[in-house]
């Protein structure tokens, strides 16, 4: 088997907090034993979703070097992402380009939009001569179905959400990376224009061929968009397949309750059951030993407290859950 | 039919610029039975939050409300003097604001908040303020235990069900919630809209459901309105609305919605228009994917169709 492009390999994070003001310093553990991965043969869009507090975004971080872990390993290509940002940091950013959340902070007010484009192309020496570099971007915003007689010469506040999400793909396109990270790349844009997005999104991974790790809580975009699925609670990961068959066929409790919540467009399908939050529990949420959903679980046995069940192989799928075993 | 608990007519918001008035709100008219839940829908920047606002009275420089009536049972609450109005709130007519969740005090004590709440608006004894949180908590699935507790220790849904259990202290007949379930997870989502159903269900509550997410709508909501540019584009019964939209605003809408038992999407073009100037005629024209020659001149009125549904559109005609 080939390497895969992605890997994280049995990664924890922690992050000291408190310790000021009287208040007792501690470590939580933001991801604990993570493992994922991303296959190198073909594009793939593998979606994270997870609650918040999950860890979604620290993984995302994690790949993009803006951290590192406590343990384990984050790996492109096979080689530590820490080694690539010590060694060659410009290539790992020609390969590995990250979306961010929000459209209105990633933009400095002061400067037009195009300035975020024609920096990367002199940044990544994408065009030799100023005509070309013109050439570039023009070509990037049109791929991207936007008027570059509309957008030039604009500043952020003159655009709307998707406009500048959908700017961010242009950059993207003229980069030509293996992998992007997007996190929550639409749960700031109105609904009408999320769909542009993400169809803007599925188009430049054919084209460029490019895999995406797509963070979001909308199970109904992570269908839409990805090909793979990954499910966290508090760091762990509880189960990890193809996406389709996950939502039609969720075999974790958590990823049950997950599906049983999505909410669809459609009066006619409204929820029939009512949802029954253990609330005994408030308290301990988030357990110390054991399975990360047990407090919650309706199915929780003695062992899931004890200890974290692995992830078990089942139907193609992996699950970390004792039901499995 | 119930009837109609408030009446909103002809109401107008503007915001005054150094660019000229910002017509957030123009011309909506609307009724809201009793023991309903009316869903608003709409994308950012079409003035839902304004229209809520300006039914309660919180529009503050540089904003004004031009024109119009708001009715509550039959009161014009634009017409109260403050002091009653102050004594309609909460009693009468509850809010819940749009990220209020993150606005309970992290070092007080539910209790005390809530406690807080009802001491403003009724004399009675702290012990008597408790018993009344204990009942609203109950409306909302939570146990009185969470009284005890400080906000950090609830998790995001159960934050928003306390802000809920706050607005019913008083037993309103009307509730206004403003995007109760924006930036909450799936799961929490789900608990707290079906809190919010059981207001109608089971305490006989009316509430008026502002929303952008369309799904929310469609799984809680009797009747929706969709505004569009500070206009009621449609309204009818969320089947109606969400089976055969009439309006090719609400069409573009609700076709544009990802969701996992449906395949390929649609978004609709274009950008949204901004309220210091909204496209002539018909202010979705620009957009508008069957627009004729008379979009661009003529304003369509909001006419009724057929039996409850309403729509703006030179296309859409009433039946015979």
């Known amino acids: 088997m080939t390497e895969p492009l992605l890997e994280l390999k049995d990664v924890r994070k922690e992050f000291r907090i408190g310790g000021g003001l009287g208040i007792r310093r501690r470590t939580v553990a933001a991801l604990d034993g993570v493992f994922l991965s991303i296959s190198a043969e073909e594009p793939t869009v593998t979606a ?37 940002i010590n060694s060659d940091e410009m290539a ?29 192309v002199k940044k990544f020496n994408l065009a030799s001569t100023k005509e070309e ?35 961010m793909l242009c950059r993207i396109l003229m980069i030509k990376p293996r992998l992007i990270v997007a ?27 490019l895999s995406c790790l797509y963070i979001t809580h909308d199970m109904n975009i992570a269908h839409y968009v990805a090909d793979d699925l990954v499910v966290m609670v508090h760091g762990s990961v509880m189960e990890r397949g193809d996406a389709r068959s996950l939502i039609n066929e969720p075999m974790h409790p958590y990823t049950q309750l997950l599906v049983a919540s999505i909410p669809t467009p459609d009066p006619r399908k409204r929820w029939q059951d009512r949802l029954e939050l253990n609330v005994s529990t408030l308290k301990e949420l988030k357990p110390e030993v054991g399975c990360k959903f047990s407090p919650r679980c309706p199915h929780v046995m ?24 | 039919m119930q009837p109609t608990i408030l009446e909103i007519e002809d109401l107008h918001v503007y915001y005054k610029t150094v660019a000229g008035d ?12 009793a023991n309903e839940i009316l869903g608003i829908a709409g994308e950012s920047g079409c003035g839902k939050s304004t229209l809520v606002d300006g039914i309660l009275r919180l529009i503050k420089p540089p904003g004004y409300v031009p024109k119009g009536r708001v009715l509550f049972k039959g009161v014009d609450l634009l017409q109260l003097p403050k002091a009653t109005m102050r004594e309609y709130r909460w009693r009468d007519i509850s809010y819940i604001p749009q990220g209020s969740m993150n606005s309970l005090n992290p070092v007080i004590r539910i209790e005390e908040q809530m406690g807080d709440a009802v001491l403003a608006h009724v004399k ?94 469609a799984e809680i909501a009797d009747r929706v309105a969709i505004m569009y540019a500070g206009e009621v584009s449609e309204i009818g019964s969320v089947s109606d609305v969400f089976i055969e939209p009439l309006h090719p605003y609400a069409q573009g809408l609700i076709g544009s919605i990802p969701s996992v038992d449906r395949g390929s999407v649609k978004g609709i073009p274009g950008l949204a228009p901004n309220a210091l100037e909204w496209p002539s005629g018909c202010r979705f ?18 006419i009724p169709i057929r039996d409850g549904r309403y729509a703006a559109c030179h296309l859409v005609k009433a039946d015979a």
């Open chain 1, 48 to 84: 994270l979703v997870g609650e918040s507090g999950s860890g979604k975004t620290t993984i995302a971080r994690l790949v993009m070097g803006l951290v590192e872990p406590s343990s384990g390993e984050v790996l492109y290509q096979g080689r530590s992402v820490r080694d690539w």
């Open chain 1, 92 to 120: 790992y950013r020609r390969q590995v380009q990250m979306i961010f959340q929000d459209p209105y902070s990633t933009y400095n007010p002061f400067y037009r939009v195009d300035r975020v484009l024609f920096s990367t």
């Open chain 1, 133 to 167: 570099a013109q050439q570039v971007v023009l070509a990037s915003m049109r791929a991207m179905g936007l008027r570059p007689e509309y957008i030039l010469g604009r500043y952020p506040h003159q655009l709307s959400g998707g406009e500048r999400q959908r700017l």
């Open chain 1, 183 to 209: 996190d929550e790349p639409v749960s700031m844009l109105d609904a009408s224009l999320r769909s542009i997005f993400l169809d803007n999104l599925l188009q430049l991974k054919e084209s460029l061929q």
């Open chain 1, 302 to 325: 003695s062992v899931c407290r004890e200890k974290a069940p692995p992830l078990f192989d089942r139907k193609g799928r992996r699950v970390a859950c004792f039901l499995y075993e």
């Open chain 2, 22 to 33: 910002a017509r957030s709100v123009e011309g909506v008219s609307l009724s809201v039975h």
């Open chain 2, 124 to 217: 009675v004894g702290k012990r008597e303020a408790s018993q009344m949180a204990i009942s609203a908590l109950a409306k909302v699935g939570l146990p009185g235990d969470v009284l005890r507790m400080f906000p950090h220790q609830l998790s995001g849904g159960m934050k928003q069900r306390v802000i809920i259990a706050m607005s019913l202290l008083l037993n309103p007949s009307l509730v206004i919630a403003d995007e109760p379930v924006t930036a909450l997870d799936v799961v929490a989502q789900k608990a707290v809209l079906q809190s919010i159903a059981r207001l109608r269900d089971d305490y006989g509550m009316t509430v008026l459901f502002v929303a952008h997410d369309m799904a929310a709508h």
């Open chain 2, 285 to 302: 024209h620009p957009r508008c994917p069957v627009a004729i020659d008379v979009c661009p001149k003529e304003n369509p009125p909001l």
